[in-house]
């Protein structure tokens, strides 16, 4: 018998004076924090549909120009029968209760996949917080690191996924023990940019192209892609999800208008900051596209979304699989961060494959490197490949799902 879930339960805010306190990370705090943990999170539950214009607007985000999320006349001829949307577009909900005014960082996002998502699905999203890690590091010498779990099922009561997400609760640079790496600027030559435009161009997704599990062996490495040179506008306007997991075109809730912003500002005091210039409160995540307020974070410079980067492994496995494939599993760990002028390559290798069930898996290694040679990324992705011998004794193919 499943057991019914704790109640939900919400943190009441806090008087907080934001220009005169930096908060730490403090053992009251995150004995606070996780009292709830094991409860269903009010915050990471939604119902999302999947429409055309979203799937077009994650597509910019993650880089992607693959026909199978895009067109609809050459996705009616693939297997599928028509578009799909890539699964990591959902599960992505924020789930890190308590610690007000310690800084979140995208730690990581793991995805187990069930099933396809169409445009016109519409998911039934449910999230609980599941874990809390004590870290300690260089840069940083103590942090916390929370875990969300979330379920997703369509309206066909059909688990879609379930998803993982981690982030980093680390204090800002002025309080004690805060995140404090070294400033750093790349500037690139223009031979160096017309390589690095020459290389994006050629890029292309293998398609309808089968890549059967027969052809592809153990430690084979896989193509790589680039991005990059990280530009502040790709941060600030390509897109950016919602609190509950949900992907938008157009921001997240502290990004809102007029009253939104100050009822926002309201509800999540200790989590402003008081810009020096202007004497106006603000939110952290503008760090993302102001250099002022990435060092007070404590990073060393305008940092990038750690959602997007993820985002990444998944246009990069789906390009490297076909249509044909199934993508069963993906996760993905950010080491460090990635800003403003750096450069990315997004590298693979096969590591392991054998068969499960029916279904023939590769798991496949994953990484990202900038052009210091440090990994800011490492992930994997484990994907159900055709098999030449199922194709030759089934004439219509074999039915992944």
Not at 257 to 264: D, E, P, T
Not at 322 to 341: H, Q, T
């Amino acid at each position: 018998m499943t057991q019914e879930p704790k109640s939900v339960v919400e943190f009441k805010n806090q008087a907080y004076d934001v220009e005169t306190q930096v908060p730490d990370i403090s053992r009251e705090a995150i004995e606070t924090a996780n009292k709830v943990l094991g409860y269903d999170y009010r915050g990471a539950q939604a119902t999302i549909e999947i429409a055309r214009d979203s799937i077009k607007a994650y597509c910019n985000y993650m880089g992607s120009t693959n026909p199978l999320f895009l067109d609809e006349g050459y996705a009616r001829k693939t297997r599928w029968g028509g578009t799909i949307a890539p699964p990591t577009m959902l599960g992505i909900a924020m789930i890190a209760p308590g610690l007000r005014g310690v800084q979140w960082i995208a730690a990581g996002r793991e995805w187990e996949i069930h099933n396809i998502l169409r445009p016109g699905d519409v998911v039934t999203q449910r999230g609980r917080y599941i874990k809390a890690v004590e870290k300690r590091g260089g840069v940083v010498p103590l942090f916390l690191v929370q875990t969300g779990e979330t379920l997703m099922v369509n309206q066909r009561n059909e688990m879609v996924a379930k998803a993982w997400v981690s982030f980093v609760r680390s204090p800002r640079r002025q309080a004690k023990g805060g995140m404090n790496y070294k400033p750093r600027t790349h500037k690139w030559t223009e031979e160096e940019l017309a390589k690095f435009e020459q290389t994006i161009l050629s890029e292309r997704p293998r398609g309808a192209t089968p890549l059967y599990w027969e052809d592809v062996a153990e430690g084979e490495p896989m193509a790589p892609v680039i991005y990059g040179p990280l530009r502040m506008t790709e941060i600030a306007l390509a897109g950016a999800f919602n609190d509950s997991g949900s992907f938008s075109g157009e921001g997240v809730a502290h990004l809102g208008a007029h009253v939104y912003q100050l009822l926002n500002r309201r509800r999540h005091p200790a989590d402003s900051y008081v810009d020096p210039e202007t004497g106006v409160q603000d939110h952290p995540h503008r760090g993302h596209w102001e250099r002022h307020m990435a060092r007070e974070v404590g990073m060393p410079g305008i940092y990038d979304v750690g959602n997007q980067r993820v985002s990444w492994l998944c246009r990069y496995i789906y390009d490297w699989m076909g249509d044909d494939a199934f993508l069963r599993r993906l996760g993905g760990i950010l080491r460090r961060p990635n800003v403003v002028g750096d450069v990315t390559w997004v590298r693979g290798r096969i590591v392991k494959k054998w068969t499960q069930d029916g279904e023939h898996l590769v798991r496949c290694d994953l990484w990202a490197e900038n052009q210091l040679g440090d990994v800011t990324l490492q992930g994997y992705a484990v994907v159900r490949l055709l098999s030449r011998t199922v194709e030759t004794s089934n004439q219509g193919g074999p039915q992944l799902l």
